[in-house]
């Protein structure tokens, strides 16, 4: 069933302290009967921490990456039964600062997708234009691409443990954000795309996420969309009240 969702990505954010800083600001400030679900991923140190901090609180603990195999000589990389052993089930893949910094492919991210659905997680799949892309028209080929390679190899019934992430390039952590018009009209795009490949009940009951320079000032906006269904947020997850906002505003 389609879920509202907001997640806060920290990426290279916070120490051990100022996670737990953190984590018990939103423990005191998000309420806790809320429908939508929260999610915070803190940084690969401080993940087993913070999923023992929140195991009695709603808020859920995500990965910002993992590796594609199940163990070996891999120095510096993190495996899916590692995350699982720490009580993580969630891991982002394929944020934009992966896919352009660490030169991670369509090809390996669905390697990584398969690894993460074999041991039961859920993948907050992330994917989006750059501006150039935008600038050419090419942006819906660029998204469906991305898709496609990443996710289309997947049976429908994998599909529950998918949750997509649209994020333009140029909108993240650059201020300027996408319109919601924008973002409902790729949003719908994204959905019309899964229902041609895997029919309306797979299309209806996919999370999609919104990421990119999403602040409390533009967040009830963007969230009011029909086809935007929560947010992946990246520098206002790194405040509570913000974030607080943030969740509160969908
Ligand atoms: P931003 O980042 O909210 O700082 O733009 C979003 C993201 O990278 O997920």
């Known amino acids: 069933m389609r879920q509202r969702i907001v997640a806060g990505n920290w990426k ?8 737990e800083d ?3 600001e939103l423990i005191d400030k998000i309420p806790t009967d809320l429908d939508q679900r929260v999610i915070v991923a803190p940084t690969f140190v401080n993940l087993s921490a913070a999923a023992d901090h929140l195991e009695f609180t709603p808020i859920e603990v995500a990965a910002q990456n993992m590796h594609q195999a199940e163990g070996g000589a891999f120095t510096g990389e993190i495996s899916a039964g590692m995350l699982e052993s720490v009580g993580v089930r969630i891991v982002i893949l394929g944020h934009s600062e992966r896919r352009a910094y660490f030169h ?3 090809a390996l991210l669905a390697a990584k997708v398969d690894t993460a659905l074999k041991h039961e997680m859920e993948v907050i799949f992330c994917f989006g234009e750059e501006l150039k ?4 028209g ?3 080929n660029v998204v469906e691409n991305q898709l496609k390679d990443g996710l289309f190899h997947l049976e429908a019934s994998a599909w529950k443990n998918i949750i997509l992430a649209y994020e333009p390039v140029w909108a993240i952590g650059t201020g300027e954000t996408a319109s919601p018009e924008q973002a409902q009209e790729m949003h719908e795009f994204i959905r019309d795309i899964i229902r041609k490949n895997y029919g309306n009940t797979v299309a209806e009951d996919v999370s999609i996420l919104y990421g990119g320079s999403v ?8 969230f009011s969309k029909p086809d935007v269904d929560g947010g992946l947020i990246g520098g ?15």
């Open 104 to 106: 991670e492919t369509d």
């Open 236 to 250: 206002a997850a790194l405040k509570s009240d913000d974030f607080t906002k943030i969740v509160l505003a969908i």
């Open 133 to 136: 892309d935008r600038h050419a």
């Open 215 to 222: 602040k409390p000032e533009n967040a009830a906006e963007i």
């Open 12 to 19: 290279m954010h916070k120490n051990a302290e100022e996670t």
């Open 22 to 24: 953190l984590l018990n």
């Open 138 to 140: 090419q942006h819906f």
